[in-house]
């Protein structure tokens, strides 16, 4: 029986507008790369059709990092997550240009995807890039950077795995730092923030707050080997 779920979400469904070209891709894409939400382990080897090192896309947004790092990385299986349909639609029309097999998409809660369908020490790796900073007081309960999900994300990963968030919002960059820091299974692979990697791309969205004067911070911690 599927277990009912108590957790703030950390996003809100919008009823965003879908292009006729996500439509497509989404209707046809989905059964080929979708895996449904289901509450019981997802066996990676059979939905990728292969074993290789695993990286979970925790809100892939439009999906065009999720596509530049799996077309960059096709030795690597990129599993990505995200709610939203126009999202979805995206991501799966990159993966038709770019050719893709590498790429999963679930279109269901991270929180519940990561508690009901991934196994423990089963993941090389997890991206959380730019999620949404819930800037007002009131609202950052829902944000998803918070010490129950970290202990839940760390318990995925195999060790050494690492953990990489990137924000360009600097309470919730502090806000991360320290949830982090703070989980025993971590350990920081900076003195504090690190540098932004070579494989993760600058996207539009980034380089415009750039322009603006937005600080990203990003923050890789890896599972320790020895506990």
Request: charged share 25%.
């Amino acid at each position: 029986m599927p277990r009912h779920s108590t957790h703030i979400r950390s996003y809100v469904l919008r009823q965003g507008r879908v292009s006729n070209a996500q439509q497509r891709c989404y209707d046809t894409g989905m059964p080929r790369y979708g895996i449904p939400f289901a509450a019981q382990r997802l066996d990676l080897d059979a939905a990728f059709g292969r074993a290789a090192p695993r990286i979970i896309e925790i809100g892939s947004g439009m999906g065009e990092t999720t596509a530049s790092i799996a077309q960059a990385n096709p030795g690597s299986d990129f599993l990505a997550l995200e709610v939203h349909t126009p999202g979805v639609g995206s991501l799966l029309k990159l993966i038709e240009e770019k050719h893709l097999g590498n790429v999963r998409i679930i279109q269901h809660d991270a929180v519940e995807v990561l508690r009901d369908m991934i196994a423990d020490s089963s993941l090389d790796g997890a991206h959380i890039f730019f999620p949404d900073p819930w800037h007002k007081a009131r609202h950052h309960k829902r944000r998803l950077i918070q010490a129950p999900f970290v202990a839940q994300l760390a318990k995925k990963l195999k060790p050494g795995g690492c953990i990489h968030t990137a924000t360009d919002w600097r309470d919730y960059a502090e806000q991360m730092l320290a949830v982090l820091s703070a989980e025993p299974l971590l350990e920081n692979t900076a003195a504090a923030y690190a540098p932004r990697p070579g494989y993760r791309p600058l996207t539009r969205f980034e380089q415009r707050g750039l322009r603006l004067g937005h600080e990203v911070r990003d923050l890789i911690f890896r599972r320790k080997k020895d506990l």
